[in-house]
Nanobody, 121 residues
Framework: QVQLVESGGGLVQPGGSLRLSCAAS????????MAWYRQAPGKQRELVAS???????NYVDSVKGRFTISRDNAKNTVDLQMNSLKPEDTAVFYC???????????????WGQGTQVTVSS
């Protein structure tokens, strides 16, 4: 069984920083794409940033230059460093990963439980 566990959310003032972490655990054979999504109240879930196993990254325009996604392939973890946070960044952030389990070697997408990020003075 594969699971993703996130940590690092919280309350921060505008202009502040937070770092989110996500660890994949369980019977893992291989991890391909890892990503962070967010969902603000009343809005659809959106892709914030993604990173391939070779390090290629992609960001939504609204976070470019402020957020940095990184991963540790040996530990099956992905982090999201968020700087210069704005009130409009307030959302529940979800970790997402494309993982092949050691049970069947088939890639599937897994989601974390979500972590709240609130940017407010």
């Amino acid at each position: 069984q594969v699971q993703l566990v996130e940590s690092g959310g919280g309350l921060v003032q505008p202009g502040g920083s937070l770092r989110l972490s996500c660890a994949a655990s369980g019977s893992i054979f291989s991890v391909a794409l890892m990503a962070w999504y967010r969902q603000a109240p009343g809005k659809q879930r959106e892709l914030v940033a993604s990173i391939e196993s070779d390090g290629y990254t992609n960001y939504v325009d609204s976070v470019k230059g402020r957020f940095t996604i990184s991963r540790d392939n040996a530990k099956n973890t992905v982090d999201l460093q968020m700087n210069s946070l704005k009130p409009e960044d307030t959302a529940v952030f979800y970790c997402n990963a494309e993982i092949a389990s050691a049970m069947d070697y088939r890639y599937k997408y897994y989601w974390g439980q979500g972590t709240q990020v609130t940017v407010s003075s």
